[in-house]
Every structure is written in structure tokens, then in C-alpha cells.
């Protein structure tokens, strides 16, 4: 009994490997060849499930869309009467055996005598249907045949496994849930700068703080600009490479955070590469994520020219910043009350870079329009229920969907904890500290 299942077993994985020649034998020649991006689900589940699926569908399928023929006339003589009808016996075309492929399956259906692969092409539609499969697509390369070749899911709707297998786990972080019960994650790598909006205490900060303490563990420097005195971000010091608390030394860190993505953009030239995720390991930089806590602290001024200067240098730089920091590892989180072009000029110009929207219960709708109107005019609407018992909850955009969600609370002591735990991982850029303490020490 033992003996023939095991028998069964290694026939069963013969004829499985027989079958899956044609993708393997040229990729295990290949010393690239990388194990993780071999689509073993769809070779062990995916596959047997729709061969078994186009076999059993396969007679229901022919007699729906035609593809049947029968050998009796359509006409016959009843006693004295013709009569003219569907014959009950029908001839299916003889569908062969699948050939599994690393995104589908190849059949071949041998028609016939007497039919045309015309009604095979419009019945591709039908097939995918049936088979429940993303495409069908049917050509006739020979007489009396129909090749049909079958995508199982839309390989453009994912990522290349190879690149999901590579990507480090860094610049991802889960800062809490959505309304459908998962995880709400800020995705840097597919979304690489944010906007988040909000009235006071809708809700941002503690966002802000949400993402810090994720982000804590990782091997990413985390840079603040809180101009309310530092009084949220201050309280992950340790662990952030730089923080501003004043406008002044706001200004002096996103100049010398322009020059260190210069440098990394000389670097990748030089090394002619795309994006630093390109770079070699031990020669990448380490991704810089700039949290900016109340954007409208860097605007304001009280028209004075020197405080215009200030606002003026602060807003060309982030949008700088904004415009070319994704590919050389800077991430921007920008988060204000309000984002309008009234806070000064380069805000809209901004607010186009930041690709990632959540927005807070707001004060006024053009906030809540700024923030999602461009994605999505429904979550424009969803954003201004939000009532001001729903602290934390906000419309965010995911995957082109709005969503609501709701950020984790960080209370001061788990922030301080997080603080202290992770001060030792926080990278060293001694430019920004540096620029900042000038800055401080003028002041
Ligand atoms: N996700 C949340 N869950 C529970 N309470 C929250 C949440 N977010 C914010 N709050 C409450 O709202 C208060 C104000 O939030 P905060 O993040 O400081 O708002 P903002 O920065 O927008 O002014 C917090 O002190 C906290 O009590
Ligand atoms: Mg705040």
C-alpha cells in the first residue's frame, strides 16, 4: 500500500518534470538561475487546478460557444414530417494534453473535419471565462489545429518575482490599519515621498510618530524638521540623524541635504546607475527618510526680508529635494494643515512631487480637495465625514484605491523607548548635524 503511493509519487514527479522541460533545461544551464523567482505556485497548484478545470468544463464549453459539431443531419424524417433540430450527439474537438509554461499553459485542439478555427477566436473570451484564467489566446498554426496559449494571471499586475525576491526590507513600514482589516503600509520604494494633511490634533504627529517607530529598526536615517521647537520629532533625538527645530537651522539642513543628493547623484553617474538601489551594497548610501512635521512653519513669514529669504531658501530645497531625492534615496513625509499655493509659491509645486496622499479630518474642503482631489473626488467627500472623535483616522490612497485607515497611537513613553533602543542604529551624517549647529550658533 505504502510502496505504490510512493511509486505514484515518483511518477507523478517524472511526468511533472517531463512536462516542465522546456522551462527548466535551459534555466539550470544558466548560473544566474535563481531558485526564489521560480514560480512554484503556479507549477504545483495553479497548473493542476486549471488543466483539471479545462478538461472538466471542456464539453459544456464546446456545446455553448458552437464548437461542436454533429455527425447527424440537422434535418430527419419523422414518419410523414422533416424535422429540423440540434441532433442530441455531439462531436467535441479533441483538446490534448496542457503544456505548462512559466506564466500559463499551451493546449492544442485538433478540429474537426469540417470546421474553421473562426469560431475558436471568438470564443477566446468564453475560454478564459471557463477556465477562469486572465487571457486565452488562440492562433492556427497549422491545418486542423488551434493553439491555444493561456496566461494565467496578468503578468504585468505584479512585480518580475526576481525583483520582489531582491528587494531588501527596508522602507517599508506598517503604520496601522485599514478599514478592511490590514495592515495600513507606507511603501517607500513604490510610493517614495507622502503628503499628509490635517486640522490640529486630527492626527498627523501621531502618524509621524507611527512611522518613526517603524522605520527605528531599519537601516534608514531619519532626519526632522519640526519647527514647533522640536516638540513631537524631538522625542526620537536619539534616533535621528539630524533634527531641526527653528526654521534657520531648517533652512541650513535642506541645503546641505541638497549636497549630499548631489553627491550621491555624481556617485551613480559615475557608476552609471539608475537609482542608488542599483549601487553595489557596500557602496550604497543609506536611504534618508525627512520627516517634516507642520509645513506651513517653513512659509510663514513675518514679512521681513530676512524671514522671506529663510522661507524662500527652505521651499526651493525641499521641492529640490522632492523632485529628484526618490532614485538617490531620500524620502520625503511632509505634513501640514494646510497645503494651499496661499502659503507661498513652490507649495503647488510640491504638493505635485508628494505621490502618496492621507488626509485627516480637515478644516476645509480645498485641503481635503488638495490633498486627494487629483486621485480621487469620492475620497474627497470620505475625508471631510471624519469626525473629530475619529483622531487618527484618515483617506488614504492605496494601489490607485482610497481607503480609510487609522494610525497606531504612540504614546511619549513608547516614543522615548523606541528612542533609546534605537539611538545606537541611527546612521552618522555629521554634514547635517554640522549645518544645523552653525545655523544654531548664529542664531
Ligand atoms: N491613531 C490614533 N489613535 C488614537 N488616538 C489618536 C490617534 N491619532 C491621534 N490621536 C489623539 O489625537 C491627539 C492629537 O493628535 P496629533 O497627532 O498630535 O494631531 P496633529 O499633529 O494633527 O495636531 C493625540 O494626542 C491623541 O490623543
Ligand atoms: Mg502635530
Known amino acids: 500500500m505504502v510502496w505504490s503511493l510512493v511509486v505514484w509519487i515518483i511518477t507523478a514527479l517524472l511526468i511533472l518534470g517531463v512536462l516542465t522541460q522546456r522551462w527548466w533545461e535551459p534555466r539550470l544551464a544558466d548560473k544566474r538561475f535563481d531558485l526564489r523567482a521560480f514560480p512554484w505556485r503556479w507549477y504545483f497548484a495553479g497548473f493542476p487546478a486549471v488543466a483539471i478545470r479545462m478538461r472538466w468544463r471542456w464539453k459544456q464549453v464546446c456545446?455553448?460557444?458552437?464548437?461542436?459539431?454533429?455527425?447527424?443531419?440537422?434535418?430527419?424524417?419523422?414518419?410523414?414530417?422533416?424535422?429540423?433540430?440540434?441532433?442530441?450527439?455531439?462531436?467535441?474537438?479533441?483538446?490534448?494534453l496542457p503544456h505548462v509554461t512559466p506564466t500559463g499553459l499551451v493546449v492544442r485542439i485538433r478540429l474537426n473535419q469540417g470546421q474553421t478555427p473562426a469560431p475558436f477566436l471568438a470564443a477566446a473570451e468564453a475560454l478564459e471565462h471557463a477556465w477562469e484564467v486572465h487571457r486565452v489566446r488562440v492562433t492556427s498554426p497549422r491545418r486542423r489545429e488551434v493553439l491555444v496559449t493561456v496566461t494565467a494571471r496578468d503578468p504585468l499586475a505584479e512585480e518580475p518575482m526576481s525583483e520582489v525576491a531582491h528587494r531588501p526590507k527596508v522602507l517599508l513600514?506598517?503604520?496601522?490599519?485599514?478599514?478592511?482589516?490590514?495592515?495600513?503600509?507606507?511603501?517607500?520604494?513604490?510610493?517614495?515621498?507622502?503628503?499628509?494633511?490635517?486640522?490640529?490634533?486630527?492626527?498627523?504627529?501621531?502618524?509621524?510618530?507611527a512611522l518613526v517607530r517603524e522605520l527605528a529598526p531599519q537601516p534608514v536615517a531619519l532626519v526632522g524638521i519640526d519647527c514647533k521647537g522640536g516638540m513631537e520629532l524631538g522625542?526620537?533625538?536619539?534616533?535621528?540623524?539630524?533634527?531641526?527645530?527653528?526654521?534657520?537651522?531648517?533652512?541650513?539642513?535642506?541645503?546641505?541635504?541638497?549636497?549630499?543628493?548631489?553627491?550621491?547623484?555624481?556617485?551613480?553617474?559615475?557608476a552609471q546607475v539608475r537609482s542608488v538601489w542599483e549601487l553595489p551594497d557596500a557602496e550604497r548610501p543609506v536611504p534618508v527618510v525627512v520627516l517634516v512635521d507642520e509645513l506651513a512653519e517653513l512659509y510663514l513669514t513675518d514679512g521681513s526680508r530676512e524671514s522671506r529669504d529663510e522661507a524662500a531658501r527652505c521651499s526651493t530645497h525641499l521641492l529640490r529635494l522632492a523632485q529628484i531625492g526618490a532614485a538617490l534615496g531620500l524620502h520625503l513625509v511632509v505634513s501640514g494643515q494646510r497645503v494651499g499655493s496661499d502659503l507661498g509659491p513652490g507649495v503647488t509645486a510640491l504638493r505635485a512631487q508628494l505621490g502618496g496622499r492621507?488626509?485627516?479630518?480637515?478644516?476645509?474642503?480645498?485641503?481635503?480637495?488638495?490633498?486627494?482631489?487629483?486621485?480621487?473626488?469620492?475620497?474627497?467627500?470620505?475625508?471631510?465625514?471624519?469626525?473629530?472623535e475619529e483622531q487618527g483616522?484618515?483617506?488614504?490612497?492605496?494601489?490607485?484605491r482610497w481607503m480609510r485607515a487609522r494610525s497606531v497611537l504612540t504614546t511619549t513613553e513608547e516614543a522615548r523607548q523606541t528612542a533609546a533602543e534605537s539611538a545606537h542604529l541611527a546612521p552618522e551624517l555629521p554634514v547635517l548635524v554640522e549645518a544645523i549647529n552653525k545655523e544654531g550658533g548664529n542664531a
Open 235 to 270: 522625542l526620537f533625538g536619539r534616533r535621528l540623524s539630524a533634527l531641526a527645530s527653528t526654521r534657520k537651522e531648517a533652512g541650513a539642513l535642506l541645503v546641505a541635504l541638497v549636497d549630499e543628493i548631489s553627491k550621491r547623484m555624481a556617485q551613480c553617474r559615475s
Open 63 to 96: 456545446l455553448i460557444n458552437d464548437l461542436s459539431i454533429s455527425r447527424q443531419p440537422r434535418r430527419t424524417v419523422v414518419g410523414d414530417m422533416v424535422v429540423k433540430g440540434d441532433a442530441l450527439r455531439q462531436v467535441m474537438p479533441r483538446i490534448g
Open 358 to 388: 492621507i488626509a485627516h479630518r480637515v478644516n476645509d474642503p480645498t485641503t481635503a480637495e488638495m490633498a486627494l482631489g487629483d486621485l480621487s473626488p469620492e475620497a474627497v467627500d470620505v475625508a471631510q465625514l471624519i469626525t473629530e
Open 173 to 209: 513600514a506598517r503604520v496601522g490599519r485599514i478599514e478592511d482589516g490590514g495592515a495600513w503600509v507606507l511603501d517607500f520604494k513604490k510610493v517614495p515621498h507622502w503628503l499628509v494633511v490635517g486640522a490640529t490634533r486630527s492626527g498627523k504627529s501621531t502618524l509621524l510618530a
Open 393 to 400: 483616522v484618515a483617506v488614504t490612497t492605496i494601489g490607485g
